[in-house]
């Protein structure tokens, strides 16, 4: 609901901006606002995907970035370690974000698309491949 009085909030359901018609996505407050709620749920994914690629392969992110991108719902850099999300990713379920954090951090392992990088991403999430069907 836009036009609503206060600070973004939830109310059950529904989602109460105190911006007016019409929104853009690029809106800055609504940028902060998708960014604080994608970082708990992405910050939890990495808890549990990190120690996986970092016992099996030796590496680990150096710093998660949240963006409001257009085309992409992640990035890679494997020579930094530096792995961006896309806030448009808050509205999808935790196991979405977890999915895409996988495959990002597979990247660290082979840059491309190769056999060893699906071999990572499998490694890292059982069932990546099922699970990226949440994204389509």
Do not use: M, Q
């Amino acid at each position: 609901v836009l036009g609503a009085e206060g600070a973004p909030r939830r109310d059950g359901d529904r989602l109460l901006l105190p911006w007016p018609e019409p929104l853009p996505y690029t809106h800055p407050g609504l940028t902060r606002w998708l960014k604080g709620e994608l970082r708990p749920v992405a910050e939890a994914a990495l808890k549990s995907l990190v120690p996986v690629l970092e016992a099996r392969y030796h590496h680990s992110p150096t710093e998660l970035v949240l963006r409001n991108t257009r085309s992409r719902y992640g990035s890679c850099r494997p020579a930094t370690g530096v792995i961006t999300l896309s806030s448009r990713l808050v509205h999808f379920p935790p196991e979405a974000v977890e999915t895409v954090l996988a495959h990002e951090l597979a990247h660290l392992v082979a840059a491309d698309h190769s056999a060893a990088f699906y071999v990572a991403a499998k490694e890292l999430l059982p069932g990546y491949r099922e699970r990226a069907r949440l994204l389509k």
